[in-house]
């Protein structure tokens, strides 16, 4: 295999040591992913004062939880609402705010989505099973820059009083591209 | 470039088809290829630009059929023979043929892993330029088609939107993949009528919006 032997050439020639490339791969296969983005999203639905910092200044706002860094340094945060729904896409390459949702998914960085994500996003919804009325505006936000965007999914209803615990369970990372909604609390797996 | 990275608007791609519980990583291969991407990448001998550059550069035929990590392993490995860091027959064999480049400086470890990507790479800079644009403004796209790397997409050349934010300085992709220095310009996000960028069968509802540099804008 052809990046197996790429592999093996870096480490004899020196410039990489495997012990690094066995964290990089742990740091985004088991430490980074979605459920970082869950807890910003639990906490702005459940922190009125948290919601109003996401909105004036995401990037610091996401760094007090602890997610900062590569491809994540320039954060914008996307409020959904009853008339507006957003989504975001990268058209040019695979642009995807790392720390707090991980790496993409492959059809995020595969050709249908990026074609059609900017010229047909009803369309790319229906394919997601996201179903939205016409009265609701699409809102589609493509990553040209190194600003990386998270979308804030409306809360469901029936969860007042929750923890953040509890309404971060209701996440999916689909609902932060904005390919999807948040669960309701009955469509939650046990 | 108009090369086969350029997507937005392109039809016959077929659908998007996602993968239910779908995991980081596929095979380990697609492993190898992110860690060797990510850790050569640390030796700053090239920018996010340039790597960026070096994928699309890929044959857009190979480009759209290609998965993200094929991408990336080809990416990679024209960054480094660029880079004189390997020559071609090293790189079919697995096996050194040459001495390897001195950096200057060791691998990087296991250690400094986390603090490298905590620090991550910002790209915005001191800019002493006034922007001149103003959230609000109503700008045009250019039209322009470069050969070498630009962020720009075709979908948007000629068009006209409305400036949204205003981001400050930030490095010039056009300039900083190609070794011409990263001359920071005003970035705005910039709002654009789904009609007045596909016509009107496009929902009245809808927007499109992308961050550009202010080169890219003129004053509608």
């Known amino acids: 295999m052809r990046v197996k032997a790429l592999e093996s050439l870096l480490v004899e020639k020196g410039y990489v040591e495997p012990a690094a490339l066995d964290e990089l791969i742990e740091t985004y296969e ?13 906490k702005a639905w459940a922190d009125a004062a948290y ?26 945060a996307l409020e959904n609402t009853d008339d507006t729904h957003n989504m975001v896409v990268c058209t040019l ?48 936000w493509d990553s040209t820059a190194e600003v990386r965007y998270l979308v804030i999914p409306q809360r469901p209803g029936g969860t007042d009083g929750w923890t953040e615990d509890q309404l971060a369970t209701l996440v999916t990372r689909n609902s932060m591209i904005g390919t999807g909604l948040a669960l309701k609390p009955g469509q939650v797996k046990p | 470039m108009n090369g086969g990275q350029d997507l937005g608007g392109v039809h016959g791609l077929g659908p998007i088809d996602p993968e239910a519980d779908e995991p980081v990583f596929h095979a380990e291969w697609e492993r190898t290829a992110f860690a060797l991407t990510m850790a050569m990448g640390f030796y700053g001998l090239w920018n996010i630009d340039k790597s960026r550059h070096a994928r699309e550069a890929i044959h857009p035929a190979k480009y759209m059929t290609s998965s993200y990590y094929h991408i990336w392993t080809d990416g990679l490995i024209r960054l480094m023979l660029d880079a004189g860091l390997v020559v071609p027959g090293e790189v079919h064999l697995g096996r050194q043929e040459v001495a390897p480049r001195d950096l200057h400086r060791g691998p990087v470890t296991a250690g400094e892993v986390a603090g490298i990507l905590g ?38 050349r000629g068009c006209e939107g409305e400036i949204v934010s205003h981001h400050g300085g930030h ?34 509802n809808d927007c499109m919006h992308a961050d550009l540099w202010e080169s890219y804008l003129v004053q509608a």
């Open chain 1, 30 to 42: 088991t430490r980074v992913g979605p459920r970082n983005g869950a807890a910003v999203v639990a």
């Open chain 1, 51 to 76: 919601m109003q910092k996401l909105r004036t200044d995401a990037t610091s706002a996401i760094a007090d939880l602890g997610f900062i860094g590569r491809q994540g340094e320039h954060m914008v």
């Open chain 1, 93 to 140: 390459c695979s642009c995807y705010p790392w720390p707090v949702l991980g790496l993409p998914p492959v059809w995020y960085k595969s050709p249908p989505y990026r074609s059609r994500a900017v010229s047909d996003p009803r369309g790319v919804l229906d394919e997601f099973g996201v179903h939205l009325p016409e009265s609701v505006g699409v809102k589609v």
């Open chain 2, 119 to 156: 620090r991550g790479g910002p790209a915005d800079r001191p800019l002493d330029a006034k922007p001149k644009f103003r959230p609000s403004s109503k700008v045009r796209a250019v039209r322009m088609n470069p050969t070498g790397h630009t962020r720009l997409p075709r979908y948007l």
């Open chain 2, 171 to 204: 490095v010039f992709p056009d300039t900083n993949a190609h070794g011409k220095g990263e001359n920071p310009q005003h970035l705005y996000t910039v709002r654009f009528a789904a009609r007045e960028l596909w016509g009107d069968k496009a929902p009245a």
